[in-house]
């Protein structure tokens, strides 16, 4: 069965941090492709810093080299707030109802799940793929799960990967990258060096277009 695995998000910038998670869960799923889907209005948070189109530059930079990962623009060319629960119901018309669909979190993004519109149709479209560090994996009797969202898990969490396309919850350890794009924000403000946190290519990006910083095109 083929199996994809989706990792949304701003992006505002892409980092090492989302590339090696993307690449560890795509690993360990055996997934055939990985494809990344800015979002374009992110209804759960503020707006993003940077353009969409800045964005989705910088995220084709960084997938260039890798036959693994793609670009999904999709939550650009459709108009209201960027559902994910709408995301995967586009795709999932595109592809069929037998290709495995994997939505890939980090461990925070999951346990926020329940915040999510429509979080529990989520299931009905995809896997979800939680991606968390060593030694610190998910167990609904010590973590602070939402009753809602433990309920799923007990009923859902699987120790092997699932021979359906959807409907289950999978766990991965992936190695520890602590970057976020907020610090990277302030790193860029400030005129400090990023590099060694994000793609060469990203970076020259956005020293180029004078992104992050008081001089922003």
């Not at 505002?12 to 990344?36: C, M, Y």
């Not at 209804?43 to 993003?48: K, N």
């Not at 799960?145 to 898990?153: G, I, T």
Request: glycine letters at 6%.
């Amino acid at each position: 069965m083929q199996a994809i695995g989706i990792l949304g998000g701003t992006f505002d910038p892409i980092h090492f941090g989302h590339l090696r998670l993307a690449q560890e869960l795509g690993d360990a799923l055996g997934l055939d492709a990985v494809r990344f889907v800015p979002a374009a209005r992110p209804p759960h948070r503020l707006p993003p810093v940077c353009h969409f189109l800045h964005r989705a530059e910088m995220v084709r930079l960084a997938i260039a080299d890798n036959p693994l990962f793609a670009l999904d623009l999709r939550e650009y060319q459709r108009p209201g707030p960027s559902y994910m629960v709408d995301t995967l119901a586009s795709l999932r018309s595109e592809i069929g109802d037998e290709t495995a669909l994997y939505l890939m979190l980090g461990a925070d993004a999951f346990l926020g799940l329940p915040s999510w519109h429509r979080w529990q149709e989520l299931f009905e479209l995809a896997h979800i793929a939680v991606a968390h560090r060593p030694g610190h994996a998910l167990d609904p009797d010590h973590t602070p799960f939402d009753p809602a969202l433990r309920d799923e898990w007990r009923r859902r969490y699987r120790i092997d990967l699932p021979t359906e396309p959807h409907g289950h919850v999978v766990c991965s350890k992936i190695t520890a990258l602590d970057i976020s794009s907020s610090a990277l924000r302030s790193i860029l403000s400030t005129r400090r060096s990023a590099r060694y946190l994000m793609p060469d290519a990203v970076l020259d990006y956005i020293h180029h277009h004078h992104l992050y910083s008081s001089e922003a095109a």
